[in-house]
Nanobody, 122 residues
Framework: QVELAESGGGLVQSGGSLRLSCAAS????????IDWYRQAPGKQRELVAQ??????MNYADSVKGRFTISRPNARLGYLQMTNLKPADTGTYIC?????????????????WGQGIQVTVSS
């Protein structure tokens, strides 16, 4: 079984930085791809950054040059956010795909975290 949890959110002033973590726990074998989404009040959920199973990284135009996604090991992903703006305010949600062990077999997981709040004050 796998659980996914985000951490690192909070309140920061405009121009500040935060690093979000997405940690996979349980019988995880790999963390192949990670997506970070942002949900702002009254707006559609937006894909902010992703790292694919091949290691390719993609970003929304609004965060290019300011956000960096990484995957340092098989259980952890980061979203480094710098030069934050009030428009970056929202709930950040991690989505991860990988493999885990269940009863001796390797199975694929596809999980969403609960989300974590990021608030950028002007």
């Amino acid at each position: 079984q796998v659980e996914l949890a985000e951490s690192g959110g909070g309140l920061v002033q405009s121009g500040g930085s935060l690093r979000l973590s997405c940690a996979a726990s349980g019988t995880v074998v790999s963390l192949d791809a990670i997506d970070w989404y942002r949900q702002a009040p009254g707006k559609q959920r937006e894909l902010v950054a992703q790292i694919t199973s091949r290691g390719s990284m993609n970003y929304a135009d609004s965060v290019k040059g300011r956000f960096t996604i990484s995957r340092p090991n098989a259980r952890l992903g980061y979203l480094q956010m710098t030069n934050l703006k009030p428009a970056d305010t929202g709930t950040y949600i991690c989505h991860a795909v990988g493999d885990y062990m269940e009863l001796g077999d390797v199975e694929e997981y596809d999980y969403w975290g609960q989300g974590i709040q990021v608030t950028v004050s002007s």
